[in-house]
Every structure is written in C-alpha cells, then in structure tokens.
C-alpha cells in the first residue's frame, strides 16, 4: 500500500473515530490503554534537615507518608490527607512535585517535599493501623528504605543537580 493511501485511510479513521459517542470512544481508550495506580508520597523535611520516615504493618523497611489518591483527589490533597492519617501531621507542600513512573509495576509516584505545619510533628506518631512508628532520621542516616521511597530520594536528587 502506498504512503498516499494510508495518509487517506488513516483520515477516514480519525472521521470516524471523532463521529462515535463520548461514552464509547473513552470505553475504547480505557480497555485498550494500560492503566496505572497513582500514589502521592510526602518527603517531610524538618528544620535541621532530619526526614520523617515511617515504618508500615505489611512491608519491610521504612518510608514516606502517603498513599494512592481516591477517585477524584488531587496528588496534593492526596499527599496531605495521607500524612495527616498515617502520622496527625499537617503538612505544608512545596510547589513543583517531582514524579516516578515505575512501568513494571504500573505504577506512578507523585513526590511532594514540604514541613509541617507546627511544632506539634516533634513527635509524629502512628494514627493508623497499618503504621507500626514514625521517626525523624537525619538525612545522612537513613535506615534501610522501601523500593518508592528510595526512588523518591533518588529523584529528589537528580532534581537538586539540575538547579
């Protein structure tokens, strides 16, 4: 088939494709497109520098507050949601997340970095079940890290570099 004809073709599909309903054009996209669960992590700096890391029930090693996002819920009310559910920390988010994209797995991280809010997160503790401890590390002494939270470190570094 020459070039012209699937220029021509590929016209007549786009027609079509753009006469079909909403509903079934967006039914096609989301059976034939991979879906992936998008997840907001919170990378809490304290003041002097230490990270807070938490330590989950059902996974080994430590890691950041958040979660996967609701239907519905933006990465950042995500981020501040999760953090004030896991560890009762209000958080102040820094503009400009960063994002890992984990295709393997299908999955993607929104990163935010931020403080709390008040002095109150001197001692974050576990709000929910699934948080066994929460502790502020200092960032030059990490304990061992889980896979998202240390390509949420990784990331946050290549950031850094291109400043």
Known sequence: MSSAWGSRLQRLGFRAWRRLPLR???FVVRRATPSFSVGAICVIERSDGALLLIRNSYRTGWGFPG???KRGESPDDAARRETREEVGVDVVLDPNPKVVVEASVRRVDVI???????DGAADPQPRS?????ARWYPAT???DLQAEAASAMVELGRAN???
């Open 112 to 118: 935010f970095t931020g403080r709390a809010e008040a």
């Open 161 to 163: 570099l291109k400043r």
């Open 24 to 26: 079934v054009r967006l």
């Open 67 to 69: 979660g996967f996002l």
């Open 141 to 143: 002494d990490l304990p």
């Open 129 to 133: 079940a699934e948080i066994l401890e």
